[in-house]
């Protein structure tokens, strides 16, 4: 006898969490449907920084920025007084952690990682209408050429070839992918930090 649904249960279980997703108002990150139909305007507080790394509050909030810029959905204002939303938050995280080591355990790959937490307000109520605490994104990092995989988006974003990296140092090659992988990192937690806040997840 076999173990698996019939296919009339599978079609039925399908539709059910069709119909669940479609009730709950579930829409893609750029429309921001979450976001009330009347603000116009947001205004972003400088993040907190609770971690060890000075600056990174300041360099995370220049891709968030950029991220609601690129959506075209609310304008950025310079006061909390003309802002319809505001929106705050910290850095809770920010780690590099050594993952792949060679013959002589000198690393040869870390992982960079983030964590932010975020709460948007309504500006004429005075009230929260989102919160997350934990907001993340990743990115792996090789820092010498013969891990540097020559075809993947974080290295093709810095226009470089494959020959390019063999001619590098290690010096170089832990520079320059450090910090396009930091890049990466920035972007795709901006990215997740508006998707969030757009849709209430």
Known sequence: MSHYPRPSRLLGFVIVAALFFAGCGYHFAASGDALPSSAQTIYVERFGNQTRVTGVNDEVMRYIKDEIDLHRRLKIVDSPSAADLELSGAVRFATEVPTNFNSALEPTQYNQSMVLSAMLRDMHTKKTIWTANNISAGEHTPVVPQ???????????????????????????????????????????????????????
């Open 147 to 201: 891990t540097t995989v020559a075809t993947t988006p974080t290295f093709l974003q810095q226009n470089l070839r494959s020959n390019d990296i063999a001619n590098m140092t290690d010096i170089q090659t832990a520079q320059s992918e450090t910090a396009s992988s930091r890049e990466v990192l920035m972007q795709r937690l901006a990215q997740n930090l508006y998707a969030e806040m757009a849709e209430g997840f």
